[in-house]
């Protein structure tokens, strides 16, 4: 009975996402191309691979690794560090669905045992040919992909399936409950999963995982963050062209998304009154909105120039244009940024929904402020809000009172950016926790 519902969910689930594709797919591609995103490895999104990919993917591999796009990318990485150390010879095969995930993956990872692809649809023919050449000895997911036809070919082939750095949002958790009847059996096709906390392992069971699975290794993004500040750009030379001293107090937004900018400036004026020497730094999360931020500070009285400005600069502006804002149009910079900030408010959490990852600004013991939006960053967050090592603010009004309190306390700020900086240092490991997992399953399988 069971083999028989399983193969009606099967033909079910392909009937209806090939109608789904059919119907729809004109209208993302038009986009695709409009964007100019479409042409490269396109084949690859239906199993079509160059000669050359062929010849690349013909011996097979330890593990294929499908990371969505840069944030999950950058998960695989130090996963893929951490399973090196241990096991250098290790072959690999990481998909991604997005362009600039696939670009930042050739960029960080690509070598001579790591093979980069586009993921293919998830049509049955697809999946089948990608599995039949890349023939993986495991199937590693980072965080939520979960595609149904990567999960029955991978368990047709007797292929473990992880999941790792697992979470689900508020959405997906309750679809899989309302539909647990139907997705149960799907998701028990998942042979460990590696959930960030204790509380998501009780959330992936209510969703459907099979308890006995689900295991708390920690998240694997404390350890990006490693990563991305090991490699953080040198931001000296267009920074001292500000003309700002070392000593002046810096309120920095990172990640802002519409909206929070406006609030940031109408705060910083306001807190301008009493603390004359405040600077205010505001990096959005999408660097083309530079100008239209700088042309909004300009609006509300405020000196500002922009980072490509200063980049431009002979030198060190003199006092009469110096800036009192300077607005961040380039990406890649924010760790830099944080470590020469006196607090950081971090966006998309107050007008935005889902909020940034904030714990490249843990480090190096910036006080950090979010907005009540954190849904994306939930397991992080908690973690944060347990340790006090995190300010959440509900509004507007409320972000005003937190950041006079903290630039009014040199202790309170001190007090607040060591218990960041400790609770980072404390959630350190996952990486290597999981890659341990992972490979001990490896060499149980050949034993």
């Known amino acids: 009975m069971k083999a028989v519902l399983k193969f009606i969910l099967q033909v079910a689930y392909n009937v209806i996402f090939m109608t789904f594709f059919f119907v729809t797919?004109?209208?993302?591609?038009?986009?695709?191309?409009?964007?100019?995103?479409?042409?490269?490895?396109?084949?690859?999104?239906?199993?079509?691979?160059?000669?050359?990919?062929?010849?690349?993917?013909?011996?097979?591999?330890?593990?294929?690794?499908?990371?969505?796009?840069?944030?999950?990318?950058?998960?695989?990485?130090?996963?893929?560090?951490?399973?090196?150390?241990?096991q250098p010879g290790l072959r690999i095969v990481i998909s991604t669905t997005t362009g600039t995930g696939f670009n930042v993956a050739k960029s960080l990872l690509e070598d001579d045992k790591t093979s980069i692809i586009y993921?293919?649809?998830?049509?049955l023919w697809s999946v089948v040919a990608a599995f039949k050449l890349i023939h993986p000895k495991r199937l590693v997911l980072i965080e939520s992909e979960i595609w149904p036809n990567y999960l029955w070919c991978a368990r047709r082939r007797h292929i473990p399936i992880y999941l790792v750095n697992a979470r689900l949002s508020d959405r997906t958790e309750l679809r899989y409950r309302k539909m647990r009847w139907l997705v149960s059996p799907l998701l028990q096709e998942i042979d460990l999963i590696f959930a960030q906390d204790q509380i998501d392992v009780t959330r992936l069971?209510?969703?459907?995982?099979?308890?006995?699975?689900?295991?708390?290794?920690?998240?694997?993004?404390?350890?990006?963050?490693?990563?991305?500040?090991?490699?953080?750009?040198?931001?000296?030379?267009?920074?001292?062209?500000?003309?700002?001293?070392?000593d002046q107090p810096i309120l920095l937004g990172g990640s802002t998304h519409p909206g929070e900018e406006e609030v940031l400036v109408r705060i910083f004026l306001e807190l301008r009154e009493k603390w004359p020497e405040l600077r205010l730094v505001l990096a959005p999360r999408h660097a083309e909105r530079g100008m239209a931020i700088r042309d909004m500070c300009e609006r509300?009285?405020?000196?500002?120039?922009?980072?490509?400005?200063?980049?431009?600069?002979?030198?060190?502006?003199?006092?009469?244009?110096?800036?009192?804002?300077?607005?961040?149009?380039?990406?890649?910079?924010?760790?830099?940024?944080?470590?020469?900030?006196t607090l950081a408010f971090v966006g998309k959490s107050l007008r935005g929904h889902g909020g940034q990852n904030f714990i490249e600004a843990a480090p190096g013991g910036t006080p950090i402020i979010v907005g009540p939006n954190m849904q994306n960053f939930k397991v992080i967050t908690r973690e944060f809000l347990s340790r006090q090592a995190i300010i959440q603010v509900s509004d507007e009004f409320e972000l005003a009172q937190r950041l006079k309190t903290l630039f009014d306390s040199d202790e309170i700020r001190r007090e607040l950016g060591t218990r960041a900086r400790t609770t980072f240092e404390a959630n350190l490991g996952a990486a290597q926790r999981t890659a341990s997992v992972i490979l001990n399953s490896l060499e149980n399988a050949q034993n």
């Open 119 to 123: 993921n293919p649809i998830d049509f």
């Open 25 to 86: 797919g004109p209208f993302f591609l038009w986009r695709l191309w409009r964007r100019g995103k479409i042409l490269p490895q396109f084949g690859q999104r239906f199993g079509l691979y160059s000669k050359e990919v062929r010849e690349r993917l013909k011996p097979g591999c330890d593990l294929w690794i499908h990371a969505v796009s840069v944030g999950e990318v950058k998960i695989a990485r130090v996963l893929i560090r951490s399973l090196r150390e241990m």
């Open 205 to 246: 069971t209510q969703a459907g995982f099979a308890p006995e699975t689900i295991f708390n290794l920690g998240s694997l993004k404390y350890d990006v963050a490693v990563s991305d500040t090991s490699a953080e750009k040198d931001i000296s030379a267009w920074w001292e062209r500000t003309g700002w001293r070392h």
């Open 300 to 341: 509300m009285g405020l000196r500002v120039t922009t980072r490509s400005q200063l980049a431009s600069a002979t030198g060190p502006l003199s006092n009469g244009n110096t800036p009192q804002v300077v607005v961040v149009n380039s990406t890649g910079e924010l760790s830099s940024l944080y470590k020469r900030a």
